[in-house]
């Protein structure tokens, strides 16, 4: 049991470090004015690719431990923290995923989609909600 319990810390410690480094690179492409489809395309190796690297990383932990209820209440503040395009990058992966049989990290995910989908709908950014909808037509 001890040893689940230093995997769980070691495992809390690199999310938080893998969300401040999101932030890091959100802070570099808001200085660079470049959006999340614009710096596909364009910055190959850049501060996109580092953060899509980043919510992969963040994804296989979240997948992996989520379950626990302490750490499912750290990653449901963490999720909020990185911003929705973000999330857009991963949409097949979070989709793939969504029948989990780890109860806590398929709710969280649950409500992590609808939060995007509603965000998306508000500010009627139909072409980011296709995403969506084409990763679930597949």
């Given at each position: 049991?001890?040893?689940?319990?230093?995997?769980k810390?070691?495992?809390?410690?690199?999310?938080?470090?893998?969300?401040?480094?999101?932030?890091?690179?959100?802070?570099t492409?808001?200085?660079?004015?470049?959006?999340?489809?614009?710096?596909?395309?364009?910055?190959?190796?850049?501060?996109w690719?580092?953060?899509?690297?980043?919510?992969?990383?963040?994804?296989?932990?979240?997948?992996?431990?989520?379950?626990?209820?302490?750490?499912?209440?750290?990653?449901?503040?963490?999720?909020?923290?990185?911003?929705?395009?973000?999330?857009?990058?991963?949409?097949?992966?979070?989709?793939?995923?969504?029948?989990?049989p780890?109860?806590?990290?398929?709710?969280?995910?649950?409500?992590?989609?609808?939060?995007?989908?509603?965000?998306?709908?508000?500010?009627?950014?139909?072409?980011?909600?296709?995403?969506?909808?084409?990763?679930?037509?597949?």
């Open positions: 049991m001890q040893h689940y319990s230093e995997v810390d070691y495992c809390e410690k690199a999310l938080e470090c893998l969300v401040n480094s999101i932030s890091l690179a959100d802070a492409n808001q200085e660079s004015g470049s959006t999340v489809l614009e710096g596909r395309k364009t910055v190959p190796g850049g501060s690719a580092v953060a899509f690297q980043d919510v992969l990383r963040f994804l296989t932990l979240w997948f992996e431990f989520g379950n626990d209820a302490q750490l499912d209440e750290r990653i449901k503040m963490w999720k909020d923290q990185i911003r929705v395009e973000y999330w857009l990058l991963v949409i097949p992966q979070l989709i793939a995923r969504i029948d989990t780890k109860d806590k990290v398929r709710n969280t995910l649950k409500e992590l989609l609808k939060n995007i989908s509603v965000l998306i709908v508000s500010l009627r950014r139909l072409d980011y909600l296709q995403h969506i909808v084409y990763s679930i037509h597949e």
